[in-house]
């Protein structure tokens, strides 16, 4: 009898640990406890701004939690030395959903956002890494491997798994390298005259991955379409307007096209007047674009400055010897015009017509400089 009642004791308390552990045991999240989503704000009128931004949005409705997770850099327009020095920084920000669409409201630009369609795990593990990256310490700007766009993607990737990831087929234009998509995005033609002058280098490698090459949040939106995780559609289908834009990038009337074509009319006026003020002002512009170009090339850590082929027509070395200007001026106005014919024989992307322009203007300068020369010695 004793060891009856032993063995009932037994049970009884079994069955009420069972009964404890079940209750302390969380209940599985509903797939809204949280809301993943991608942002993309419309493209402005600063260069910085010119593509556009993407970013994550995270939302955990149950606990009040909203906040973006984006790649930021610091300030440009406050370290515009050190930005051209390659010495601004980068790290991943965290801010309000609130705070993060305002910031587009002086600047009349749009935001839409994108909901994924993923599994409530994902999307907390997800949570967990951003976090995780929030707490690194900053990294060097670089707006080509690390820009908002392509870490978007990247960071999708690590949550959900390259295995569990699968994209449609790519558009024909990935074929292409960095630099010509993200130029072929720029409307407004500074800007993409100012992009065409600078991003070189490893920007125009054609050999990369095409995730490595979405760059521009527009095509992020539309290869994540076409993409699929654990064999169903990776966005949802919701597209939710957060902000209207209030304007639109319009290209200006004043083109740089315009602004080479002036000074190539110049150059020309020299040649037949052959005034030193007026040579000044065809040298000057194309001298300072070359001790730009000059400057990222040889000394700047900025990204994608590598070799640049603009070095050739307007490289302002030659000039330092300008006291032995008739041995040397006349090769360098010949050099401007088979640089000239060989760009236009095979075209060169980070070549914009406005460049060929002032090469022009560029050799019939140097041209009149001899000229010049001659008839002094005479």
Same mark, same amino acid.
Not at 140 to 160: K, Q, T
């Given at each position: 009898?004793?060891?009856?009642c !032993?063995i009932l004791? /037994?049970?009884?308390? %079994?069955v009420?640990s069972?009964?404890?552990? @079940?209750?302390?045991?969380?209940?599985?999240p509903?797939?809204?406890?949280?809301?993943?989503?991608v !942002?993309v704000? *419309?493209?402005? @009128?600063d260069? /910085?701004?010119?593509?556009?931004?993407?970013? +994550?949005?995270?939302?955990c409705? *149950?606990?009040g939690l909203?906040?973006?997770?984006s790649? =930021?850099?610091?300030?440009?327009?406050?370290?515009?030395?050190? $930005? $051209?020095?390659?010495?601004?920084?980068?790290?991943v920000r *965290?801010?309000?959903?609130?705070e993060y669409?305002?910031?587009?409201v002086?600047q009349g630009?749009?935001?839409?956002?994108?909901?994924?369609?993923?599994?409530?795990?994902?999307?907390?593990?997800?949570?967990?890494q951003?976090?995780?990256? %929030?707490?690194y310490?900053?990294?060097? /700007?670089? /707006?080509?491997?690390?820009?908002c766009?392509?870490s978007?993607?990247s960071?999708? =990737?690590?949550?959900?798994g390259?295995?569990?990831?699968?994209?449609g087929?790519?558009?024909?234009?990935?074929?292409?390298?960095r630099?010509e998509?993200g130029? @072929?995005?720029?409307?407004?033609?500074?800007n993409?005259? $100012?992009v065409?002058?600078?991003v070189?280098?490893?920007?125009n490698?054609? @050999?990369?991955?095409n995730t490595?090459?979405?760059?521009?949040?527009?095509?992020?939106?539309e290869?994540?379409?076409?993409?699929s995780?654990?064999?169903?559609?990776?966005?949802?289908?919701e597209?939710n307007v957060?902000l209207?834009?209030?304007?639109t990038v319009?290209d200006?009337?004043?083109?740089?096209?315009m602004?080479?074509l002036?000074?190539?009319?110049?150059?020309?006026?020299?040649?037949? +007047?052959?005034?030193?003020?007026l040579?000044?002002?065809?040298l000057?512009?194309?001298?300072?674009?070359?001790?730009f170009?000059?400057?990222?090339?040889v000394l %700047?850590?900025?990204p994608?400055?590598?070799?640049?082929?603009l070095?050739i027509?307007f490289?302002p070395?030659?000039?330092?010897f300008?006291?032995?200007?008739?041995y040397?001026?006349?090769?360098?106005?010949?050099? !401007?015009v088979?640089?000239?014919?060989?760009?236009?024989?095979?075209?060169?992307q980070i070549v914009?017509?406005a460049h060929?322009?002032?090469?022009?203007?560029?050799?019939?300068c140097?041209? =009149?400089?001899?000229?010049?020369r001659?008839?002094?010695?005479?």
């Amino acid at each position: 009898m004793k060891a009856l009642c !032993c063995i009932l004791l /037994y049970a009884l308390l %079994s069955v009420y640990s069972y009964a404890q552990t @079940d209750t302390l045991v969380p209940q599985q999240p509903a797939e809204d406890f949280v809301i993943a989503s991608v !942002c993309v704000a *419309t493209p402005g @009128d600063d260069i /910085y701004a010119a593509l556009g931004h993407a970013c +994550l949005r995270l939302q955990c409705p *149950t606990h009040g939690l909203d906040y973006v997770f984006s790649y =930021e850099a610091e300030d440009v327009n406050h370290n515009v030395a050190r $930005f $051209f020095a390659g010495k601004l920084k980068m790290a991943v920000r *965290t801010v309000p959903t609130e705070e993060y669409i305002a910031q587009y409201v002086p600047q009349g630009r749009g935001v839409k956002e994108y909901v994924l369609n993923l599994p409530v795990r994902v999307k907390q593990r997800l949570w967990e890494q951003m976090d995780a990256r %929030s707490e690194y310490s900053p990294i060097p /700007y670089d /707006y080509m491997n690390n820009g908002c766009a392509v870490s978007v993607l990247s960071w999708l =990737e690590d949550a959900i798994g390259k295995d569990s990831l699968e994209y449609g087929p790519w558009p024909e234009k990935f074929n292409r390298s960095r630099k010509e998509m993200g130029g @072929d995005s720029i409307r407004n033609k500074w800007n993409h005259i $100012f992009v065409c002058t600078f991003v070189t280098g490893e920007a125009n490698s054609l @050999d990369i991955e095409n995730t490595r090459k979405v760059i521009v949040p527009t095509e992020l939106i539309e290869v994540l379409s076409d993409a699929s995780a654990f064999g169903a559609p990776l966005l949802s289908g919701e597209c939710n307007v957060l902000l209207k834009p209030a304007k639109t990038v319009r290209d200006a009337s004043f083109t740089p096209l315009m602004l080479s074509l002036i000074v190539l009319l110049l150059s020309v006026l020299n040649l037949r +007047l052959r005034k030193g003020w007026l040579r000044c002002v065809v040298l000057v512009p194309c001298l300072l674009l070359g001790t730009f170009v000059l400057y990222l090339v040889v000394l %700047s850590d900025l990204p994608c400055t590598q070799w640049n082929w603009l070095v050739i027509p307007f490289c302002p070395l030659p000039f330092i010897f300008w006291k032995w200007r008739r041995y040397w001026v006349l090769p360098f106005a010949v050099m !401007c015009v088979v640089w000239v014919v060989g760009m236009l024989v095979y075209p060169h992307q980070i070549v914009d017509d406005a460049h060929l322009v002032l090469a022009i203007a560029m050799a019939e300068c140097n041209v =009149e400089i001899r000229l010049n020369r001659n008839n002094k010695s005479k």
